[in-house]
């Protein structure tokens, strides 16, 4: 599959399915959002930018404290959800913007800090797209990150980018921190860990969010009734699977970052 067919398939995915991130209440709320939104040093004149926005939950947490925020996403069906929850948050200064990650419209230096939720393990190219965040991103700015983390652990990781992709087969993958840290300083951010979480994910909603197939539904729940007791006690996984009624858990994390001069 080529870079565009990947990137249409995203778009595609997430253009169907937009308005039940709206709606998501793992996307509207969480511990993780509540970091990101005080951890940054913001001013009344701060210019923000969400990278891949989703429906702009992220966007709307900051937007009461800055000057302006810029909802960027790849799909525009998801930038029409933003404008509905500005309208309803009465955010007059959050600006969506149709963009790619890898090729941002807007000048160097335009922006005191940079946000991603939940959408980097969607980057095709993740070295480009921080490449792109540096140079957008002000020095000294900042670049705050939260997303799903694999385990350093073979398995668990193996395991995770599995059912990932099974859910959601736009899915590219959820990086390691040790990855991260690699990644974010190789492109000229200091980079530290500020908050670990494990996310509670209700089966029937997190695989309805993404409109899943039945079968691909079934082949997950099979592979959660075959995983070994390691695997069951790292997803925090029921003894009996017999329905979709269920949670399992998936480690995360935010990463705050300072860009280097």
Not at 3 to 25: H, M, P
Not at 50 to 74: E, I, K, L, Q, S
Request: proline content about 4%; hydrophobic content about 40%.
């Amino acid at each position: 599959m080529t870079k565009r067919d990947i990137k249409q398939q995203v778009q595609t995915r997430f253009g169907e399915v937009a308005a039940n991130y709206l709606a998501s209440a793992v996307h509207a709320s969480g511990a993780d959002l509540e970091v990101m939104a005080r951890c940054a040093p913001r001013r009344p004149g701060s210019v923000v930018l969400d990278a891949g926005c989703g429906a702009g939950h992220t966007a709307m947490a900051f937007a009461p404290d800055v000057a302006w925020v810029y909802a960027c996403d790849f799909t525009g069906s998801m930038l029409k959800q933003v404008k509905l929850l500005a309208r309803q948050r009465h955010a007059a200064n959050v600006t969506p913007q149709l963009a790619d990650i890898e090729d941002l419209p807007f000048p160097d230096d335009s922006f005191d800090i940079v946000t991603s939720r939940y959408s980097a393990h969607h980057w095709l190219h993740p070295e480009r797209a921080l490449d792109e965040i540096r140079r957008v991103l002000r020095d000294n700015g900042s670049f705050i990150i939260s997303d799903i983390m694999a385990s350093e652990d073979y398995a668990q990781d193996t395991f995770l980018q599995t059912i990932e992709l099974l859910r959601d087969p736009s899915h590219v993958r959820d990086y390691r921190i040790s990855e991260w840290r690699a990644l974010l300083s190789g492109a000229g951010f200091r980079a530290e860990v500020i908050h670990k979480f494990e996310l509670e994910l209700h089966f029937r909603k997190w695989t309805t969010r993404m409109e899943t197939p039945r079968q691909n539904r079934e082949m997950i729940k099979s592979i959660f009734r075959e995983a070994s007791q390691d695997i069951r006690r790292g997803f925090q996984l029921p003894d009996q699977i017999d329905s979709d009624d269920f949670s399992f858990f998936i480690p995360g994390a935010v990463l705050k970052t300072q860009a280097t001069v």
